[in-house]
C-alpha cells in the first residue's frame, strides 16, 4: 500500500539554525499538508499547497516558514531561523483529487521529530 | 471557535470492554467529523468518519456516535483488545477549506 515517507525521522538542531524537513507524497496525490505536533498538545495545521502555490495557511505559518515541491516528488518544509518553540513532531500529508465526491482522505507520514536546542 | 474539545486525556480499559471517547465542537461550519488512530511512530491514520446528517456510524467493533444539537460526538469501541491501545484524536473539518482541526488527543491502554 502506497505511503507517505519522511525524513530524517528526527532533527536536532540549534536555535537560529535553517531546517529542511522532507516528505515524499502518495505519488498520484495532488495535494500535500503540513501538520505540527509539540509534545502532549494536539496536532496543528500549518499549510496546505496545491498546484505548486500555498493554498491555505495558518497563523503559526509565518515568514520564518516556507514550502516548496523542488521536484515532481519532494514536498519540503522550511524553517528559516529555528526558535526553542518549534520543537515539535512535523507530518507531512497527501491527498487525491477533489473528482471524488465529498471529502478526500489525508494520509499522514510518520513524522519528523525536530528538535531545537 | 475553530476548537475541537476531547476527553478523556487517558483510558484503560479492560480487555473484551468498551472503551468511550467523547469530543465537542462550536463551530457549525464543521460538517465532517472523522476520527484518527496513531500508534507510536507513525502518523495519525483515518478510521472512521461521520457527516452531521446521520446521528451513528459503525464500522466494525468502531462506533461514531454523533449528536447534532449538542455538537458533541463520540467513539465507541467495542470488545476492545490488547491491539487497539493507541492515540485517538477526534477531528473536525468544513467543506469550506483543507485543514483538519484536531481535538488534543486520548491515550487509550487495553488491559490484557
Known amino acids: 500500500e502506497p505511503e507517505v515517507t519522511q525524513t530524517p525521522s528526527h532533527q536536532v538542531t540549534q536555535m537560529g539554525q535553517e531546517v529542511i524537513l522532507r516528505c515524499v507524497p502518495i505519488?498520484?496525490?495532488?495535494?500535500f499538508y503540513w501538520y505540527r505536533q509539540i509534545l502532549g498538545q494536539k496536532v496543528e495545521f500549518l499549510v496546505s499547497?496545491?498546484?505548486?502555490?500555498?493554498?491555505?495557511k495558518s497563523e503559526i505559518f509565518d515568514d520564518q516558514f516556507s514550502v516548496e515541491r523542488p521536484d515532481g516528488s519532494n514536498f519540503t518544509l522550511k524553517i528559516r531561523s529555528t526558535k526553542l518553540e518549534d520543537s515539535a513532531m512535523y507530518f507531512c500529508?497527501?491527498?487525491?483529487?477533489?473528482?471524488?465526491?465529498?471529502?478526500?482522505?489525508?494520509?499522514f507520514g510518520p513524522g519528523t521529530r525536530l528538535t531545537v536546542l | 471557535q475553530q476548537q475541537v474539545k476531547q476527553s478523556p486525556q487517558s483510558l484503560i480499559v479492560q480487555k473484551g470492554g468498551i472503551s468511550i471517547i467523547n469530543c465537542a465542537y462550536e463551530?457549525?461550519?464543521?460538517?465532517?467529523f472523522p476520527w484518527y488512530q496513531q500508534f507510536p511512530g507513525k502518523g495519525p491514520a483515518l478510521l472512521i468518519a461521520?457527516?452531521?446528517?446521520?446521528s451513528e456510524k459503525k464500522e466494525g467493533r468502531f462506533t461514531i456516535s454523533f449528536n447534532k444539537s449538542a455538537k458533541q460526538f463520540s467513539l465507541h469501541i467495542m470488545d476492545s483488545q490488547p491491539g487497539d491501545s493507541a492515540t485517538y484524536f477526534c477531528?473536525?473539518?468544513?467543506?469550506?477549506?483543507?485543514?483538519?482541526?484536531f481535538g488534543k488527543g486520548t491515550r487509550l491502554h487495553i488491559l490484557p
Open positions: 500529508a497527501s491527498s487525491g483529487s477533489r473528482l471524488i465526491a465529498g471529502y478526500n482522505e489525508q494520509f
Open positions: 505519488s498520484n496525490h495532488l495535494y
Open positions: 499547497f496545491y498546484n505548486n502555490e500555498i493554498s491555505e
Open positions: 463551530n457549525t461550519a464543521f460538517d465532517y
Open positions: 461521520i457527516r452531521p446528517d446521520v
Open positions: 477531528a473536525a473539518r468544513s467543506y469550506r477549506d483543507d485543514k483538519i482541526i
